[in-house]
């Protein structure tokens, strides 16, 4: 069944770029909030997100990135802090019935290892449940892999697939 979507960003124009995609995608238009329609900039409170996820009846709420909706004062590499924030969305979503997804982006370090090089603390990596990582082909620059580098879901050992999009759909898994 279709669900609503409520996107968080600040970063892309939304009629240039997201709802372009989502519509290209079969996305419904009329199941997709973002946050450039509500009168004030969101923060990543209790009360502000379960409003939000109420009054939208999203089932999916994207925040990208994270860390320009974060509370004032809020540090990333504060592990107490991010803790909170963290436990905060994962209880909004037991209550909602609303999975929240949280796009980071990646520090310059490539020599890293996948895992470590997300903005913030390494503890934020540690208190997620799963990672995704989007990437792009470095011979093809309209193909992204997303592939996942952290998995709380499933303890088998495995090396997940990689799934390949171009700008329109899904290609294949690998």
Do not use: W
């Not at 709420?61 to 509370?71: A, C, E, R």
């Amino acid at each position: 069944e279709p669900i609503t979507v409520f996107y968080a960003s600040n970063e892309d124009e939304i009629a240039d770029s997201t709802i372009p995609r989502y519509l290209r995608n079969g996305g419904d238009i009329n199941r997709f909030a973002y946050s450039g329609e509500l009168e004030h900039h969101i923060t990543l409170n209790e009360e502000e997100v379960t409003a939000i996820i109420t009054e939208t009846k999203a089932r999916l709420f994207i925040i990208d990135p994270l860390q320009s909706f974060l509370p004032p004062g809020t540090h990333m590499g504060n592990v107490t802090q991010m803790r909170t924030i963290f436990t905060m969305l994962s209880n909004v979503a037991k209550n909602t019935g609303c999975a929240i997804v949280l796009v980071g982006h990646l520090n310059k370090n490539e020599a890293s290892k996948d895992i470590h090089r997300g903005l913030g603390s390494a503890d934020i990596a540690a208190s997620v449940r799963s990672i995704l990582l989007v990437g792009m082909d470095k011979n093809d620059r309209t193909r992204r892999y997303i592939r996942a580098i952290k998995s709380n879901f499933d303890d088998a050992d495995y090396t997940p697939l990689a799934l390949v999009l171009d700008e329109n759909r899904v290609l294949s898994f690998e």
